[in-house]
């Protein structure tokens, strides 16, 4: 503390606070309302950071990306993923057809799931996915069982499982 003719000036110097005039023991109406209006600025912003770490936090912790298949044309796509997991499955196919020696007329093939398809069209070798007169199960992968009759005269029956693979085509002979 220094005295210079009555008057004393306190130095705050721990948080950086100006020197406060005091004449004659009496702190100043002007500087008691700077300090009330620092007082109020600081709290303000207190207020404002409080407010900005909240929001912040509550904003960006635990905001992990949830993980999936991000492609809707497989068979397990996931709408709310926002990254990949590089586990996306695709539907495949079995081509069931005939030998073009087989003489047969139509086969009509029943999948396990009641899905069924008519061969048309018998070929001399083995026909690409998808091709005309052969019937063409779509399915997700996995094993599925099917069975197969003519339908004139009727006398060739088949059954048996195929196995689809993703984004995979397996042909069946029946005959």
Same mark, same amino acid.
């Given at each position: 503390?220094?005295? &210079?003719?009555?008057?004393?000036? &306190? ?120 091709d005309a007169g052969c019937f063409? &199960? ?7 069982? &099917? ?15 195929v196995t689809i693979t993703s ?9």
């Open positions: 503390m220094y005295s &210079y003719k009555n008057t004393f000036v &306190y130095l705050h110097i721990q948080k950086f606070r100006p020197a406060k005039t005091i004449k004659n023991g009496a702190i100043s109406k002007s500087h008691k309302s700077r300090e009330i209006k620092k007082q109020n600025k600081m709290e303000k912003v207190k207020m404002l950071l409080c407010g900005l770490v909240l929001f912040s936090t509550t904003t960006f912790v635990g905001c992990k990306k949830e993980t999936g298949c991000t492609d809707s044309s497989a068979t397990n796509f996931k709408s709310s993923a926002e990254k990949d997991d590089g586990n996306c499955t695709y539907k495949g196919s079995a081509t069931f057809w005939n030998l073009t020696s087989s003489s047969l007329e139509t086969v009509v093939v029943l999948m396990a799931d009641n899905t069924s398809g008519n061969i048309t069209v018998d070929y001399a070798s083995n026909p690409d996915c998808g063409t &199960y779509t399915a997700a992968p996995g094993t599925y069982s &099917y069975s197969a009759a003519e339908v004139s005269p009727g006398t060739s029956t088949w059954s048996g499982s984004k995979g085509c397996t042909t069946v002979k029946l005959y």
